[in-house]
């Protein structure tokens, strides 16, 4: 891998972008173009890694792997973001919980920083987001530490003490985003190693898990008045409870994450994604409260 770079900056300078050297640098590193006796070479996880955490810092689109390499597998892809986790929490950052997407159908996990767990949020800037997305979620609260896989929902409900609003707001700078929505394998595949684009979630009061109905509650969201989605109250949303266990077994426990008490589990969008334009946001989650905030131009 340390011959990569010098054969990307031989000849791949004057006016390509930024994406394509690091395409160009990915594709000589991972083009197996070895000879057909010798074994391919195995991709450099923790530059992959470095890769992500560079377009997080310089606001800049995240690296598709996928499309640069089609034989990545899961386990790769979870190599790189287990990479990127391990930095963040080596430079001082805590995980505050946990994050699943795309339950069931193609269920994939990521970590939730503490520092991003934010309460009363009153404005959000665009500015600091390269791709703004708003989601809306519910988050449960963890209360006694989980040390082996839970075995049902019943087991589920017994260790989560809270229910909250939780609007996540990660920054989805993917790659033709867009095109991606009809290709959702690629699209799991591609959020992976980015730790699922997840950055920031404005939380709303809790709420006693025991008092709450999930089949009760209904989510509406609202930009500026304009109604843009919304979950209807009803059995569905008791599978939140199946989706949470998945996280918590299949995700964080599977991979070696410890599950304390205090951790939230946010198990998916309610509402579908809606990009983060500027202007006033009311998510009315019914008997499980409400959140409000702007958000700011550039």
């Not at 340390?2 to 972008?17: D, E, I, S």
């Not at 997407?101 to 193609?106: A, D, K, N, T, Y």
């Not at 503490?114 to 600091?128: I, N, T, Y």
Request: aromatic share 6%; proline share 6%.
């Amino acid at each position: 891998m340390q011959y990569c770079p010098r054969v990307l900056n031989k000849g791949q300078g004057g006016a390509m972008t930024h994406t394509r050297k690091m395409a160009a640098l990915l594709a000589v590193c991972w083009s197996w173009l070895t000879p057909a006796s010798a074994a391919p070479t195995a991709p450099d996880l923790d530059y992959m890694a470095r890769l992500v955490a560079e377009a997080v810092a310089q606001k800049r689109p995240f690296p598709d792997f996928v499309r640069i390499n089609s034989a990545l597998d899961m386990e790769t892809l979870y190599g790189v973001q287990q990479r990127y986790v391990g930095a963040r929490l080596a430079a001082g950052e805590r995980i505050g919980g946990f994050k699943g997407g795309f339950i069931p159908q193609l269920p994939i996990g990521g970590v939730l920083f503490a520092a991003g767990l934010k309460e009363h949020v009153r404005q959000v800037r665009r500015s600091d987001f390269h791709s703004l997305l708003v989601e809306a979620e519910i988050a449960f609260e963890i209360c006694v530490p989980v040390t082996a896989p839970l075995a049902d929902v019943a087991a589920v409900q017994a260790v989560v003490c809270r229910l909250r609003p939780a609007i996540e707001l990660p920054d989805a700078a993917v790659p033709d985003l867009d095109s991606l929505k009809k290709d959702l394998p690629h699209l799991a595949r591609v959020l992976v190693p980015t730790d699922i684009a997840t950055r920031e979630v404005a939380l709303g009061a809790p709420v006693a898990a025991q008092t709450v109905d999930l089949a009760a509650v209904r989510v509406r969201i609202t930009h500026d008045g304009r109604l843009l989605g919304e979950r209807a109250a009803g059995p569905a949303n008791l599978a939140l409870w199946e989706s949470v266990r998945w996280v918590i077994n299949e995700f964080a426990l599977a991979r070696g994450y410890r599950v304390e008490a205090g951790h939230i589990v946010m198990p998916g969008q309610l509402t579908g994604l809606h990009p983060g334009a500027a202007g006033h946001y009311q998510i009315d989650y019914g008997v499980l409260g409400s959140v409000e905030f702007d958000i700011v131009g550039e």
